[in-house]
């Protein structure tokens, strides 16, 4: 298996999130003035250590199942000075009790539900109500999840898990969220750029390995075809349509 550069090294986020978008909901999360927060599935951690910089009083837990991700995020902590503040620890977050005063929960809803092996809708119902059960009346949760932003077709849900309701709408997912215990206190999506600069730092890490190897390396023909499937799936497939929604909510 060829040696890819890290995720981390072309991407801010693990996320289509601007840095406008991302300062919202770190506002949205610090205005509470949490003393614990939870980042489940938080990856190399910037978002958390953001929200601690912005909340001063707070400590925070992130939560991963990839090692690698999680060295980096203890790495970034200790070079801003939240190392003594802040734990990213590899666990289920499923394992996790509160309370928390903020949480944040970005893309990692399938924790909850079926295996994603078995390409059965996402359970958002399962995730909310999980996350829910972490929060006092009043705490904080930013919730980011797969919407459709238009109806599917055959090429978008064939790169995916195939299903026409594997996801649903905006509209339809602040109904779940209303009807799980929370209030929505801001709704939005995120744009086709921020889209086009997420998936753009995905597959960077393919353009970087084909030009420090030379085109007869025996491993180029894989990464040419990984990277082609890629793009295919993106641009010909769900770009424009798989959205991904960011909640802002208070729980009721």
């Given at each position: 298996m060829?040696?890819?550069t ?11 999130l ?8 770190v ?21 958390l ?13 992130g939560?991963?199942l ?33 309370p ?62 195939g ?11 602040v ?42 390396h025996?491993?180029?023909?894989e990464?040419?075809?990984?990277a ?6 993106y ?14 909510l208070?729980?009721?």
């Amino acid at each position: 298996m060829p040696t890819l550069t890290q995720l981390h090294e072309h991407l801010t986020f693990l996320s289509p999130l601007s840095e406008e978008r991302a300062a919202r909901v770190v506002a949205f999360l610090a205005a509470g003035d949490p003393r614990a927060v939870l980042d489940v599935g938080c990856g190399w951690g910037e978002l958390l250590l953001r929200v601690l910089e912005a909340a001063p009083r707070a400590t925070g837990l992130g939560l991963d199942l990839d090692e690698t991700s999680l060295v980096a995020a203890r790495e970034r902590a200790v070079r801003r000075g939240l190392g003594e503040r802040v734990s990213f620890e590899m666990r289920d977050a499923r394992e996790a009790t509160g309370p928390f005063d903020a949480v944040t929960c970005i893309g990692a809803s399938q924790i909850w539900g079926p295996d994603t092996e078995e390409a059965l809708p996402l359970d958002y119902s399962a995730a909310l109500t999980a996350l829910r059960a972490l929060l006092p009346r009043g705490g904080r949760l930013v919730y980011g999840e797969g919407i459709w932003s238009r109806p599917p077709t055959p090429e978008a849900t064939a790169p995916l898990a195939g299903l026409d309701d594997e996801y649903v709408t905006l509209g339809r997912l602040v109904e779940l969220v209303e009807g799980h215990g929370f209030a929505v206190v801001a709704a939005h999506e995120a744009s086709l750029d921020e889209w086009d600069a997420f998936e753009s730092g995905f597959t960077a890490g393919y353009a970087h390995w084909l030009a420090d190897h030379a085109p007869e390396h025996p491993e180029s023909a894989e990464i040419r075809q990984r990277a082609a499937r890629q793009h295919t799936a993106y641009f010909g497939g769900y770009r424009g349509v798989l959205g991904l929604a960011y909640l802002e909510l208070v729980a009721v």
